[in-house]
């Protein structure tokens, strides 16, 4: 399936997922379920604006930057086959200029934008759960790193999760901070960057098995919080 030009009138609202200051819905287009997820055309004052620079960790890109972030991430990690192991949802396409008027009420929320929202489109997976302890993220994020994709937010929240019909199947969500780059224009520091992704989940992955041996389980999720507070941007 894939989805570009979408029109209101293609697009039946079933339920809200979850909303902050963008929006996580499962639609219908053209029949076809999915989730839609629509980012905010405005950016919030209390963020600073960081261009592409030295520092990843540190760079929370413009709303219209997120889009385009999200977008690019998962057409790469489905050109390199990651989408197909079951890592990462698949994407159907993405839409921008999205005219909030014409989309009423749905998107009332981003009215007073001062950019037109954008929106992207991936699987519905149903009765996603939070995974707190397994080592198969490890394998996910081997396979992200390979596909040159840098998650950028490697918290609980994003990758520890699980699809009850298919308990095998761990998830990485949530692309809107990923950096991707192409194999020809590689740079050594993003190779550095995409190792040090990998030697986290790798040595949390130890960490977890020391956990399960010797301490409460919450330790675990605590390292990989707190570790390095400024790659996750806490910093």
């Known amino acids: ?128 759960r939070q995974l707190h302890l397994d080592t198969r993220f490890v394998d996910a994020i081997k396979a992200v790193t390979a596909a040159l994709v840098m998650h950028n937010d490697l918290t609980a929240r994003n990758f520890f999760m699980i699809a009850p019909g298919d308990p095998e199947r761990v998830i990485l969500l949530y692309f809107d901070r990923a950096r991707t780059w192409d194999k020809d224009t590689l740079t050594a520091r993003q190779q550095e960057w995409l190792h040090e992704d990998v030697q986290i989940v790798e040595d949390l992955g130890r960490l977890l098995e020391i956990d399960v041996a010797e301490g409460p389980p919450q330790r675990f999720l605590h390292l990989l919080l707190h570790s390095n507070p400024e790659r996750h941007g806490f910093a």
């Open 1 to 128: 399936m894939k989805i570009t030009n979408v029109q209101p009138q293609q697009v039946a609202f079933h339920q809200e997922l979850h909303r902050n200051e963008n929006a996580v819905v499962l639609v219908s287009v053209s029949g076809f379920r999915c989730v839609m997820k629509v980012v905010s055309g405005i950016h919030p004052p209390h963020r600073a604006l960081w261009m592409d620079g030295e520092n990843p960790h540190h760079d929370y890109p413009h709303r219209a930057r997120i889009h385009q972030r999200e977008a690019t991430a998962y057409q790469k990690l489905q050109a390199c086959g990651v989408t197909q192991k079951g890592y990462v949802p698949q994407f159907y396409g993405s839409v921008q200029g999205l005219e909030p008027k014409l989309w009423r009420p749905h998107l009332d929320m981003f009215m007073d934008d001062i950019n037109l929202p954008s929106a992207i489109f991936i699987e519905y997976i149903p009765g996603l």
